[in-house]
């Protein structure tokens, strides 16, 4: 994968991104086969692109790109996010191409948006067998990079009463995938009109939703 390291200043951090054709450096949503709709809520990315730029000096993209995970175009990007309801199908050659994607300095954020939890997991077994999610404690920075979550992630809507999780998948000591659960981040990211969330929950998964990017951006 070829990549450069291009110093972007945002508040203290310093960001190396993939090399890309614009001095903006772009973000990705997944797209998959087998049914689930990764393609719902598309407002959600682009709100939290926005509201980034608005908040830091940022130098991104508002755009974000729908690519296919079995695509070359996957390694174009230095953050994926993917989210859905349903079924999840890769095939080995997917499978693979997201490995190297992911070995390479690649970051994939997964929101459940309800019903998508046994498929990532499966999915992420195809990817690694040898390594299982394992739950991230709230002292982790991705809680605390940015914007203070010293309980966690926030709740952005109820389905089956639990509390919210977040869960990361490591290889090598990094972190490659972030998967948040029972929280629906990315429904609060989405315009306000279509879940009716209150501002103020609105609010809190943007800024959660900033510290994941900051932290997959810090650690390439």
Known sequence: MRFLVIIIFFGLFQIPVFSQTSSEFEIARAKYRGGGDWYNDPSSLSNLINFAKDQFSIS????????????SDLHSYPFIFLTGHGNISINTSEANNLRTYLDNGGFLYIDD??????????????????EEFIEIPYSHPIYNNVFNFSNGLPKIHEHDNQSPRGYGLFKDGRMVVFYTYESNLADGWADSEIHNNPASVRQQALRMGVNILV?????L
């Not at 997991?121 to 040898?130: F, G, S």
């Not at 932290?215 to 650690?219: I, K």
């Open 60 to 71: 991104i993209k508002s755009e974000y790109k729908d690519v296919s995970i079995g695509s």
């Open 113 to 130: 948006d309800y019903g998508i939890d046994e498929h990532a997991r499966k999915m992420m077994q195809q990817v690694y067998p040898e």
């Open 215 to 219: 932290y997959a951006l810090t650690t």
